[in-house]
C-alpha cells in the first residue's frame, strides 16, 4: 500500500513539474479563439466581450515562462511583448465604441506582434 501512495505522490510531483509549460499553451489557446471572436465581432458589445477575454489571458501568460524560454532576459522580453499586445488590444477596445471598423482594423497590429513574438519564442 505505502508503494502506491509513493508512486502517486511521484505522478503527482511529475505532472506538476510539467504543467508550467502546458498552462501557457492553455491561454494562449484561449487567446487565439478571442482574437477570431474580436474579428467576427458584430457589435461594439461582442468586441469588447472578446477583448476582455483576450486582456484575461494574456495577462495570465504573461506572468509565465514557456518552455522554449531559458534565460531571463527571454523572459523579460517575452513579457515586454505580452505587453505591447495588451496595450494595442485596449486600444482596439477603446476605438469599439466609436468606430467597430477601425477597431478591427487596429487589431491588425496584434497579428503582427504574435508572428514576432511566436518565431522567438515558441
Excluded: W
Excluded at 498552462?23 to 487567446?31: F, P, S
Excluded at 482574437?35 to 483576450?54: G, I, P
Excluded at 477596445?93 to 514576432?116: S, V, W
Aim: hydrophobic share 45%.
Amino acid at each position: 500500500m505505502k508503494k502506491l501512495f509513493v508512486l502517486l505522490g511521484i505522478f503527482a510531483f511529475a505532472m506538476t513539474a510539467c504543467d508550467g509549460g502546458s498552462n501557457v499553451k492553455a491561454e494562449m489557446a484561449q487567446m487565439s479563439v478571442a482574437v477570431n471572436k474580436l474579428s467576427d465581432a458584430a457589435s461594439a458589445q461582442e468586441f469588447h466581450q472578446a477583448a476582455a477575454s483576450l486582456r484575461e489571458a494574456s495577462v495570465l501568460s504573461m506572468n509565465k515562462k514557456p518552455s522554449k524560454i531559458k534565460t531571463d532576459e527571454e523572459f523579460k522580453d517575452y513579457q515586454a511583448g505580452m505587453q505591447q499586445f495588451i496595450e494595442a488590444l485596449d486600444r482596439a477596445d477603446k476605438l469599439a465604441d466609436e468606430n467597430l471598423d477601425e477597431a478591427k482594423k487596429a487589431t491588425q497590429r496584434l497579428f503582427e506582434l504574435k508572428a514576432e513574438y511566436h518565431r522567438l519564442y515558441k
